[in-house]
C-alpha cells in the first residue's frame, strides 16, 4: 500500500521455501492518496480477495476487487464527506445477510462511516456516533462470544477505547468507553491470557505508549497495563513468536527508530525480549507475522517508510511447532468419508463440544496416532488442501471418560471434562474472510494458525456459519515431540534479507522507492 504513489502492489512468494519474493506484478493498482489502513476479505463472494482501503487525503474508502492470480479490479471509491480524515478500517457482517459489511473511522468528523454491502458493492455510508471522540483506530471481532460481531473502537482525541456490541440487525448498543492510556493510533485483538476471550493490545502515537486491555467477555474491558515508549508507536500486531502457544506483540515505534518484540507468559504478562534497530534516520511503520518460508514458524516482515524498505526476518529460535507446514502424506481412510472433524453443540451454547472422530481401516488406525491412552498428551493438526489449518494441543488426563475410545466404526477422541488440565468446551468458527480457522473457548496451550499478522482476525458471525473443512487430514503426534527451549524469539540478523526493487526484473524486491506502506500500519 504505497501513499505517495497512490496504488496498491503485490510481489508473491516464490512458495520454494527460499523466503523470497518475486517480482512487484505489473501495472500497479491506482487507489488514494495517502492510503493505508486496509483489511481483506472476499467482498462480492466469488472466491477471490478483495481489499477495502482507508484513504486520508481523498476523504474515501477504496474498494480494490482480486482477480485471484494477484491482480485487481477497477476499485470503487465511495466518499465519506468533507475533510473526514478517514483512518481505521474493519469489515464485518453487520447486518447479518452473510455478506462482508465496510466501517471507517473518521478523526476530524469523529464518527464511523457504515457501508453496507449489496452483492459486492458498497452502498452510500451511514455516519454513527461511537461514544469517544476522534475516533481513529478501528477493529472487530466477537468481544461477548454472542456469535455475532461487535467493533472496537480507539478515540485519539478522548484517549478512550469503547466496543460496539452488534445487534446483528444493523445496529449497535455500545458499552461503557475504558482509558487507553494514551491518544490511541493503532488496536489488534487477541486472547493474550488464554481465557477465551478477546483482548485489545493497542498503541498510543504520540503518547510513546502501548496498552494491554483484557476483555471481560461481555463487551467491557478492563483499565489498560500500559508500556512506556521513547517513540511514537503506529504498528502493533499479536502473533506466537516463540512457538510457546500464546500470542507475543511486536510494535513499531515510528520516531523510537526500533521495532520491539515482547514475548507473553501465557497469563497477557509481556517482558521485552527484543530490540530491532531500523536503519539510520529511518521510521519504523508496521510488522507482520507470517511463515516467509514455510518451516512452520512465524517470521517478520518489517518495514520502514521513511527508508522505503521492507525487511524480511526469518525466526530461526523458539520452540519447535508442534505441526509440520504440511502433511508428509495425506492418507485418505479406508472408508469414504470416514475421516472427519464433528462440531457438536449444546445448550446453552456455552456448553459446546468438540469431537474428532476417525475412520477405522488399514489408512487410519488407532496405531498410527501411537496408540494412545486416557493420559496421553496430543496435537491435533488439521489440513485443508496440504495447508496447515489448525493446531490443538491436549494437555492432560480426560477425568470424566476415556480419551480415546474404540467403536464399531473406527475410534474416537473427545474430551467434555471442562477441567483445566484439558481440553474444554468451545466453539469453533470459520473465518470465511481469510479462510481458516479461530478457536473460540479456553484451551490451555492452544496455537492459532498465523495470525500472525493478524490475531486480532474475527470469527465469522452466526449467520456466516458453515463446515469446518472442505478436506482435512487429521494427525496427533504426542505432546512435547521436538521442543527446543522456551520463551525467546529466534531473530537473526543473519537471517535479514534486502533487496531493491529493480522495476520488476530484479530478485527479492523488497526496497521500494515510492513509499510503501505494509498491511495494516498507521503510520502517518
Given at each position: 500500500m504505497n501513499e505517495d504513489s497512490a496504488d496498491l502492489r503485490v510481489t508473491l512468494n516464490r512458495a520454494d521455501g527460499s523466503g523470497t519474493f518475486g517480482p512487484f506484478l505489473s501495472p500497479p493498482q491506482p487507489i488514494g492518496v495517502e492510503s493505508s489502513p486496509n483489511e481483506s476479505c472476499d467482498l462480492d463472494n466469488d472466491g477471490h480477495v478483495d481489499i477495502a482501503v482507508s484513504s486520508t487525503n481523498n476523504g474515501s474508502v477504496f474498494v480494490v476487487r482480486g482477480k485471484g492470480d494477484g491482480t485487481w479490479k477497477s476499485a470503487q471509491e465511495v466518499?465519506?464527506?468533507?475533510?473526514?480524515?478517514?483512518?481505521g478500517v474493519a469489515v464485518l457482517d453487520i447486518d447479518g445477510d452473510g455478506d462482508w459489511d465496510v466501517v471507517n473511522a473518521n478523526h476530524a468528523a469523529s464518527n464511523l462511516a457504515v457501508m453496507i454491502n449489496t452483492n459486492g458493492v458498497l452502498g452510500a455510508p451511514t455516519f454513527i456516533e461511537s461514544g469517544v471522540d476522534g475516533e481513529y483506530a478501528l477493529n472487530s471481532g466477537d468481544m461477548d462470544n454472542d456469535g455475532i460481531s461487535d467493533?472496537?473502537?480507539?478515540?485519539?482525541?478522548?484517549?478512550?477505547?469503547i466496543v460496539l456490541l452488534g445487534n446483528g440487525d444493523g445496529t449497535f448498543t455500545a458499552e461503557a468507553p475504558q482509558d487507553a492510556g494514551g491518544a490511541v493510533w493503532k488496536l489488534v485483538l487477541g486472547d493474550v491470557n488464554g481465557d477465551g476471550k478477546l483482548d485489545v493490545a493497542a498503541v498510543n502515537g504520540d503518547s510513546g505508549s502501548a496498552a494491554i486491555l483484557l476483555g471481560n467477555g461481555d463487551g467491557t474491558l478492563q483499565l489498560p497495563t500500559v508500556f512506556n515508549t521513547s517513540g511514537t508507536e503506529v504498528g502493533t500486531v499479536l502473533g506466537d513468536l516463540d512457538g510457546d502457544g500464546d500470542l507475543d506483540w511486536v510494535i513499531s515505534s515510528?520516531?523510537?527508530?526500533?521495532?520491539?518484540?515482547?514475548?507473553?507468559?501465557?497469563?497477557?504478562?509481556?517482558?521485552?525480549d527484543t530490540d530491532i534497530d531500523a536503519e539510520p534516520d529511518a521510521n519504523p511503520s508496521c510488522a507482520i507475522m507470517l511463515d516467509v518460508d514455510g518451516d512452520g514458524d512465524l517470521d517478520l516482515a518489517l518495514t520502514d517508510e521513511t527508508s522505503d524498505h521492507t525487511r524480511i526476518l526469518r525466526n530461526d529460535g523458539g520452540r519447535t511447532p508442534d505441526c509440520p507446514p504440511a502433511p508428509d502424506t495425506c492418507r485418505p481412510p479406508t472408508v469414504s468419508g470416514?475421516?472427519?472433524?464433528?462440531?457438536?453443540?449444546k445448550s446453552p451454547p456455552d456448553r459446546s463440544r468438540m469431537v474428532w472422530k476417525w475412520a477405522r481401516g488399514t489408512a487410519t488406525t488407532k496405531a498410527e496416532f501411537g496408540d494412545p491412552t486416557t493420559t496421553?498428551?496430543?496435537?491435533l493438526c488439521l489440513y485443508d488442501a496440504g495447508a496447515l489449518v489448525s493446531t490443538s494441543r491436549v494437555i492432560g488426563a480426560c477425568t470424566r471418560k476415556p480419551c480415546w475410545v474404540d467403536t464399531p466404526g473406527g475410534f474416537v477422541f473427545h474430551n467434555q471434562s471442562l477441567q483445566p488440565s484439558g481440553v474444554q468446551s468451545r466453539r469453533r468458527r470459520r473465518r470465511l474472510c481469510e479462510g481458516d480457522i479461530q478457536w473460540q473457548g479456553p484451551e490451555p496451550g492452544a496455537s492459532r494458525p498465523r495470525e500472525p499478522d493478524r490475531p486480532d482476525r474475527r470469527p465469522a458471525p452466526q449467520e456466516r456459519r458453515r463446515?469446518?473443512?472442505?478436506?482435512?487430514?487429521?494427525?496427533?503426534?504426542?505432546?512435547?515431540?521436538?521442543?527446543?527451549?522456551?520463551?525467546?524469539?529466534g531473530l537473526s540478523a543473519s537471517h535479514l534479507l534486502e533487496g531493491e526493487h529493480d522495476g520488476g526484473q530484479g530478485e527479492d524486491p523488497l526496497r521500494a522507492p515510492w513509499g510503501i506502506r505494509c498491511d495494516q500500519c498507521g503510520g502517518e
Open positions: 466518499p465519506l464527506g468533507t475533510s473526514p480524515e478517514t483512518h467493533l472496537v473502537v480507539g478515540g485519539q482525541d478522548s484517549q478512550q477505547i515510528f520516531s523510537g527508530q526500533q521495532w520491539h518484540v515482547l514475548v507473553n507468559d501465557g497469563a497477557g504478562n509481556f517482558t521485552p470416514g475421516s472427519s472433524v464433528v462440531l457438536a453443540e496421553d498428551g496430543y496435537t463446515p469446518l473443512l472442505g478436506r482435512a487430514l487429521q494427525r496427533s503426534v504426542p505432546e512435547g515431540r521436538g521442543r527446543a527451549p522456551q520463551g525467546h524469539v
